[in-house]
Nanobody
Framework: VQLQASGGGLVQAGGSLKLSCSAS????????MGWFRQAPGKEYEFVAN?????????NYADSVKGRFTISRDNAKNTVYLQMNSLKPEDTAVYYC?????????????????WGQGTLVTVSS
């Protein structure tokens, strides 16, 4: 599956952004759709994931729980990440990724397709 992320930008603390990840190819074979981020000088961090075909199944990192919402539109082959109440520490390059597991695994190595990153900058 090929992934294309978009929607990043500059926002003030407390603001919102919505990221999109458009997928092409066999989404059925890569049901585990996730978002990761990498802040400057830091390791990749899991953010959230969702199963394409079990839309009620989602998972969030503790750092974003209650502020971020992951969702998908199967008809558009697109996964979204709605980010509210943004904080300066959310500043990072955000990547969407797809994995073959049907469970909501979160290890970076469980995802074998990656989109290009989209930069989110939150100013204080």
């Amino acid at each position: 599956v090929q992934l294309q992320a978009s929607g990043g930008g500059l926002v003030q603390a407390g603001g919102s952004l919505k990221l999109s990840c458009s997928a092409s190819g066999s989404t059925f074979s890569s049901p585990n759709m996730g978002w990761f981020r990498q802040a400057p000088g830091k390791e990749y961090e899991f953010v959230a994931n969702i199963n394409w075909w079990r839309g009620g199944s989602t998972n969030y990192a503790d750092s974003v729980k209650g502020r971020f919402t992951i969702s998908r539109d199967n008809a558009k082959n697109t996964v979204y990440l709605q980010m509210n109440s943004l904080k300066p520490e959310d500043t990072a390059v955000y990547y969407c990724a797809a994995g073959r597991a049907w469970g909501l695994t979160t290890a970076r190595t469980d995802f074998d397709s990656w989109g290009q990153g989209t930069l989110v900058t939150v100013s204080s």
